[in-house]
Antibody
């Protein structure tokens, strides 16, 4: 059974960089698209980006200028860095596995981690 | 960006009811439409992909239909564990936008 687990600081100061890592277990990191999605408290879902196992990435244009995602296949991990954060970046951040088969869909998700941007 | 809308934003229903949720895209997305279920404090769960394909392990009371701009998620007989928020997502292009959600609660 594929499992994903997010890790990283739960509190980030305004203007600093938010860094999260997702560790994948129970399955191969190859041939899938590893994704980040966020959800502000009490609000809906926002797709952030995905990356495949050879580093090809696709970003939400609204975040692209502040965003970097990377993958480390040797550790079965992928990561997100979001720079110059503000209170608007406060959210539960989810990592998920994306599959391209009859479209793109997210079939396995991590439990999510709350990141609060506050001084 | 493709904008996704859902109706209703919330509904109240009873166990055994047939429930229908509608999702509309701002442009044609063929059948590149997914449905997710989210319960409070939990990650979303994939129910339907490619508009009508049932994800493995999802009960057959869930079904999806539609193509182009208009899509429907139907729960044929609502069960206690189905009270949740439901989101559609287009996978036609970037960004892979989600709808605002439909909350299904108990009548």
């Amino acid at each position: 059974q594929v499992q994903l687990q997010e890790s990283g600081p739960g509190l980030v100061k305004p203007s600093e960089t938010l860094s999260l890592t997702c560790t994948v277990s129970g399955g191969s990191i190859s041939s899938y698209y590893w994704s980040w999605i966020r959800q502000p408290p009490g609000k809906g879902l926002e797709w952030i980006a995905f990356i495949n196992d050879d580093g090809g990435a696709n970003y939400n244009p609204s975040l692209k200028s502040r965003l970097t995602i990377s993958v480390d296949t040797s550790k079965s991990q992928f990561s997100l860095k979001l720079t110059s954060v503000t209170a608007a970046d406060t959210a539960v951040y989810y990592c998920a596995r994306g599959s391209f088969s009859s479209g793109f869909y997210l079939d396995y998700w991590g439990q999510g981690t709350l990141v609060t941007v506050s001084s | 960006d493709i904008q996704m809308t859902q109706s209703p934003s919330s509904l109240s229903a009873s166990v055994g009811d047939r429930v229908t949720i509608t999702c509309r895209a701002s442009q044609s997305i063929s059948n590149y439409l997914n449905w997710y279920q989210q319960k409070p404090g939990k990650a979303p769960k994939l129910l339907i992909y490619a508009a009508s394909s049932l994800q493995s392990g999802v009960p057959s009371r869930f079904s999806g239909s539609g193509s182009g701009t208009d899509f429907t998620l139907t729960i044929s007989s609502l069960q206690p564990e189905d009270f949740a928020t439901y989101y559609c997502q287009q996978s036609y292009n970037t960004p892979r936008t989600f709808g605002p959600g439909t909350k299904v609660d108990t009548k």
